[in-house]
């Protein structure tokens, strides 16, 4: 299994994550208990959905969990500030415009609102392993766009 690269921040986050998912897991579990009628030959509309839900929260906790396990910390700021790698932070130039600033961090931990894109989105594709002052294109809905590497941090 490959590993997955974690931020400490993000492993921290997916952790605590998991005991979350576990309460609701054990909630789930009771509240199937209490609606499912084995007397009955039909299953509530309500059960199933229950299970639906138990199955959606169980296979994400295992996504997680085996990630956690083959998981390999790496500093928040990676030392090395002329390639960009999982744990950068990148400042861009978008299209000799405007400048936008993006952390590349594992799938399990983008968030794009919070500025923090997967390393296997299509940017994040396209950024790591590229240097300074580098320019990547990248296919959009609009169409391409091209980014110059300002900064890596």
């Known amino acids: 299994m490959n590993k997955t690269l974690l931020t400490q ?42 299970k639906e839900e138990l199955e959606v929260l169980n296979a994400k906790i295992t996504e997680i969990e085996e990630a956690l396990e083959v998981a390999q910390i790496i500093t928040d700021k990676p030392s090395q500030k002329t390639t960009i790698v999982v744990g950068s932070t990148v400042k861009v130039k978008i299209s000799s415009k405007s400048e936008k600033q993006f952390s590349i961090v594992s799938h399990l931990e983008s968030d794009p609102s919070q500025d923090k894109i997967s390393d296997q989105s299509p940017l994040g594709q396209a950024l790591i392993g590229k240097k300074l002052h580098d320019e990547v294109e990248v296919d959009a809905p609009i169409g391409k766009i091209t980014y110059k590497i300002v900064s890596i941090n």
């Open 9 to 50: 921040s993000g492993y921290d986050k997916l952790s605590a994550e998991i005991l979350t998912m576990k309460e609701r897991q054990n909630r789930l579990i009771t509240e199937i208990e209490e609606v499912a009628q084995p007397d009955e030959s039909g299953e509530d509309g309500l059960a199933t959905q229950l």
